[in-house]
């Protein structure tokens, strides 16, 4: 089981890495004992969502600069795992989104740590039947997609009953597929925890979950809190001092 320590300028944050996303530790790993961290900033902070650093781009950043595009030349593959939910204090790789990157791979350096929110009853409720509907839609989209070619043949030809035929058929194979896949959007070990914990449910399923805070907390309450410029950097930079792999 690997540790480190982030330490920043409003603290230390101690974080454990999960041995079942055997890449992504063992990258932060390196990257950390190399020093590649030493002197990056949070560069990007969203009060009560999450705080991102990791962009050698920031080292010595002056104000004003857009930041969030820098990394070290190469991505990671997902190691997306169900079991593994952005709570409060999950530790996440940052990347680019589904329309450049559809396997969902990671980037090389950039991480987020979440804070998210806590849910009550009512909220999660209605947070699970929003993330149902946008889990089927993306699936019915993905089949719709396979099937182009048949439907713009179709229109083309003014077969309104052959495109409800298919319409038809493709629902019933996104329902199959959700039926597969367990149907419900959150369980109910993550609504316990998003009721309880806090974070960010919507994230799950689509970026890697790589570790959690053991130590910390408090600073990172601290740096999601802080005032921030158009395109979230802190008014005040916060900055990574170093990442010490901990024995």
């Known amino acids: 089981m690997a540790k480190v320590t982030i330490k920043t300028t409003e603290g230390d944050i101690t974080v ?19 020093g590649y961290y030493n002197g990056t900033l949070f560069h990007r902070v969203i009060k009560n969502f999450m705080i991102q650093g990791g962009d050698p781009n920031s080292k010595g950043a002056p104000a004003g600069v857009q930041l969030g595009t820098g990394g070290p030349g190469y991505t990671i593959p997902a190691e997306i795992q169900p079991r593994f939910i952005h709570k409060r204090g999950a530790l996440a790789a940052a990347r680019q989104g589904d329309e450049v990157n559809p396997e969902r791979a990671s980037s090389g350096s950039q991480f987020y740590i979440v804070w998210g929110q806590v849910y009550n009853d009512g909220q999660i409720g209605q947070l699970a039947r929003q993330l149902q509907m946008q889990a089927e839609q993306s699936i019915f989209n993905r089949l719709a ?25 493709l629902i019933a194979q996104t329902q199959a597929i959700m039926a597969e896949q367990g149907g419900a959007a959150l369980t109910e070990a993550q609504k316990q925890t998003y009721t309880t914990i806090g974070g960010t449910p919507h994230l799950d399923g689509q970026y ?6 053991e130590e910390g907390l408090d600073v990172v309450e601290k740096i999601q809190g802080t005032e921030t410029m158009p395109g979230d950097r802190p008014k005040q930079d916060i900055q990574i001092l170093s990442v010490e792999v901990m024995a």
Request: no cysteine.
């Open 16 to 34: 454990r890495l999960y041995d079942e996303t055997p890449r992504h530790r063992d990258n932060f790993l390196k990257l950390a004992q190399e």
């Open 208 to 213: 890697t979950v790589f570790g959690e805070v």
């Open 145 to 169: 997609g396979e099937h182009r070619k048949e439907i713009m043949d179709l229109r083309r030809n003014r077969d309104q009953a052959g495109l409800m035929e298919l319409q038809n058929d």
